[in-house]
Nanobody, 118 residues
Framework: QVQLVESGGGLVQPGGSLRLSCAASGSIFSINAMGWYRQAPGKQRELVAMITSGAITYTNSVKGRFTISRDNAKNMVYLQMNSLKPEDTAVYYC?????????????WGQGTQVTVSS
């Protein structure tokens, strides 16, 4: 089992910045991917940014504004969000995928609210 706890959400004005953090604990081994998803009211959950072995992926709408990073020693993953827009308002979820042999396991945090409004 892996437990994920997000922090860093809040209310910010358009053009502002926030940094989300995700602390992972538990049986962390053979990580396939780690990243961030978001879900706005009335919309489906969407991928924001993902780190896989050797690759980083961003959804088009955040490219150049958001940066995902990791600290392996601390089992942390971060999302630096700059030039925030009202359309970035959503609940942001941390995501990990691990594997054990042929099996893959998906883990989600509880979510942190990001609201971009003047």
């Amino acid at each position: 089992q892996v437990q994920l706890v997000e922090s860093g959400g809040g209310l910010v004005q358009p053009g502002g910045s926030l940094r989300l953090s995700c602390a992972a604990s538990g049986s962390i081994f053979s990580i396939n991917a780690m990243g961030w998803y978001r879900q706005a009211p009335g919309k489906q959950r969407e991928l924001v940014a993902m780190i896989t072995s050797g690759a980083i992926t961003y959804t088009n709408s955040v490219k150049g504004r958001f940066t995902i990073s990791r600290d392996n020693a601390k089992n942390m993953v971060y999302l630096q969000m700059n030039s925030l827009k009202p359309e970035d308002t959503a609940v942001y979820y941390c995501y990990y995928q691990t594997s054990w042999g042929p099996d893959e396991y998906d883990y989600w945090g509880q979510g942190t609210q990001v609201t971009v409004s003047s």
